[in-house]
């Protein structure tokens, strides 16, 4: 019973890779038809002429195996050795073409399956797949798309080939009966049972390697990065960091040498099978002959024929065997389109932002609620402030606004009409945004606050391009960002700088600044502040859990437990609230000398 179970289980396996290997002809015709039939094209070309040298050779050797003398077989064989010589420089001429230009197609191919890719992630409008394991190990074997597509064609092309040149030497070879053709494959199915084996084991190396692997990268990287010099002076991370590459070195070298020790049994089995296999047939068809008159060219032409053979049905099984891999990559990506994400409404927002409610919502991570029944509005274009310890559901706030994430319950309104019923893109174009976690981008300056929109829409591009940030930069606005990149390297407060104008720059109607200072002093957080006060429109939303800057909002929301304790401003729930009163006198001593400096300015 077990084996029967094993033994469908198998059948249903090859039937899966079949179609994957279907649905990977069906998206490279998709993507570049050209390519697969060039492919093809170049693939039965080859083996055509293979073949026909094969019966050519045949001819010259019975031709040279009765002439008299050398100068008798070139003279009668001339255009026969001139046919034979075509057929192998255009093989050869082929192959090597068809290597090239299977570089090239992978190049083509690769770049259309990226831009699907970063279009459909674009599309992907929430952040919930992000939570998803899956996802990730999609992302990581799709960033292999160059190599694995170069190898996926470079290796399908010689399929065809193998199977084509089969076929022909078949017909082109009256020796060749299909019972002959039954026993060469039916002896080499032993090994491909065993090629599978051994890309299995290989298989499992890999993905039991992937943890050492990225561990011994993410260490040997950070041991010479620049924001780590300083700790790895100071402090003991340098004998820490050698000993964890040392152990994974370790991890790698026992899995390098159990794979090692597993496959070879294997090879020298596969070896001995085939040894035994071949030795049989070979028995068997000279016994068959043995009668027979036969010259030692035509013997010999045989004997070449039929290792031919056997290594064409051995290469067919073989290429069958490894290639798990390059089709599971086309099934991650078709993984990867079939992602759903939060549906998208089709009322267009092209109106100003002119007031926000939030109607009883609750929102959780992994079963631990973060906002229950959540509840306010904001109705006027005034500067709004959400304040609250870490943790308390701040960030998630901007998360719902925005729809990166859906609430469990409630709803959350602007202008009075369901968020759910606008198209995502146009009402998202309303809104610009501060992030904590800002991305710092291997760019120029002036890309990394414009990217690609049209800066003509934009607003306060003088003043921004005029900025004196930017003239301390050596090409200025130009000026090519990250050393990582030979770019140049700025500081922590100059980045938030940029994320600032940024954020300042894009058009909008609802300006939110989520923890835009956590990780500055308390003078570069006030200046930050006046200016998102001062420069900015419409409604503004500072979310944080720094008090010293936020008095000045015309109204604060203390968030607490996942619900609004309080609102008002600063004065008056600095009377009526403790908690919030706690929180702003817990940090008040951060920002005396920039009150009395305010003080003494007025």
């Known amino acids: 019973d077990m084996r029967f179970i094993k033994n469908r289980l198998n059948f249903f396996e090859e039937k899966k890779m079949f179609k994957k290997l279907l649905y990977s002809f069906k998206l490279i015709f998709k993507l570049n038809p050209l390519s697969l039939v060039l492919i093809f094209t170049f693939a039965i070309i080859s083996a055509i002429c293979s073949a026909v040298l094969l019966v050519y050779i045949k001819a010259l050797t019975a031709s040279l195996t009765a002439s008299s003398s050398l100068n008798t077989f070139v003279q009668t064989n001339m255009l026969n050795l001139t046919i034979a010589g075509l057929c192998f420089l255009l093989t050869v001429s082929v192959s090597k073409y068809q290597s090239v230009y299977c570089e090239k197609a992978a190049l083509k191919i690769n770049k259309k399956i990226n831009a699907s890719i970063l279009s459909k992630a674009e599309k992907l409008y929430g952040l919930q797949h992000l939570k998803d394991r899956q996802y990730f190990v999609t992302i990581e074997k799709l960033n292999m798309g160059a190599f694995v597509i170069e190898n996926y064609l470079i290796s399908f092309s010689p399929l065809i080939a193998l199977i084509v040149n089969t076929i022909c030497i078949s017909l082109l070879f009256n020796f060749i009966t299909p019972v002959l053709l039954v026993v060469l494959i039916a002896a080499n199915i032993p090994s491909f049972f065993i090629r599978k084996k051994v890309a299995k084991i290989k298989q499992e190396e890999i993905e039991k390697g992937n943890i050492p692997s990225s561990a011994l990268e993410y260490y040997f990287r950070k041991s010479l990065d620049a924001a780590a010099a300083k700790d790895f002076r100071l402090f003991a991370f340098t004998g820490l960091f050698l000993k964890k590459i040392d152990t ?271 990780n500055i002093d308390p003078i570069e957080e006030y200046n930050i502040f006046q200016t998102i006060i001062k420069k900015t429109k419409g409604i503004r939303l500072i979310i944080t859990h720094r008090m010293g800057s936020i008095k000045n909002c015309d109204e604060i929301f203390v968030l607490r437990n996942g619900k609004i304790e309080i609102s008002g401003p600063h004065s008056e729930i600095m009377q009526k609230s403790e908690y919030y009163a706690s929180l702003y006198n817990s940090q008040k001593s951060m920002y005396t000398h920039i009150e009395k400096g305010e003080a003494n300015e007025n």
């Open 248 to 518: 994974c070195f370790s991890e790698l070298k026992n899995l390098r040498m159990n794979s090692i020790s597993k496959t070879s049994r294997w090879n020298l089995l596969n070896l001995l099978i085939k040894l035994i296999c071949t030795a049989g047939i070979f028995f068997l068809f000279f016994k068959s002959i043995i009668s027979a008159e036969m010259s030692t060219g035509a013997i010999m032409m045989i004997v070449v024929v039929l290792f031919q053979l056997s290594s064409n049905i051995s290469g067919i099984g073989s290429f069958w065997a490894y290639l798990q891999k390059e089709l599971d990559y086309f099934y991650n990506y078709k993984y990867f389109l079939s992602l759903q994400t939060i549906q998208n409404g089709k009322l267009i927002f092209n109106e100003p932002v002119s007031s926000i409610e939030f109607k009883s919502v609750s929102f959780g991570y992994d079963r631990r609620m973060v906002l229950e029944n959540l509840s306010f509005k904001i109705d006027s274009k005034k500067v709004f402030a959400l304040v609250g310890e870490n943790g308390a559901g701040k960030s998630t706030i901007v998360k719902l606004l925005l729809r990166f994430i859906e609430p469990i319950s409630g709803e959350i309104l602007i202008n009075g009409i369901p968020i759910k019923e606008f198209e995502i893109e146009s009402y998202r174009n309303a809104i610009s945004v501060i992030f904590q976690n800002f991305m710092r981008y291997g760019l120029s300056a002036k890309d990394n606050i414009f990217a690609n929109q049209d800066i003509s829409k934009y607003n306060n591009i003088d003043s921004i391009l005029s900025s004196p940030f930017f003239k301390k930069l050596p090409n200025q606005e130009n000026t090519q960002l990250n050393m990582g990149f030979g770019g140049y390297d700025i500081s922590g407060g100059e980045w938030q700088r940029i994320a600032v104008m940024r954020a300042l720059s894009k058009p909008y109607s609802l300006f939110i600044a989520d923890e835009p200072t956590a």
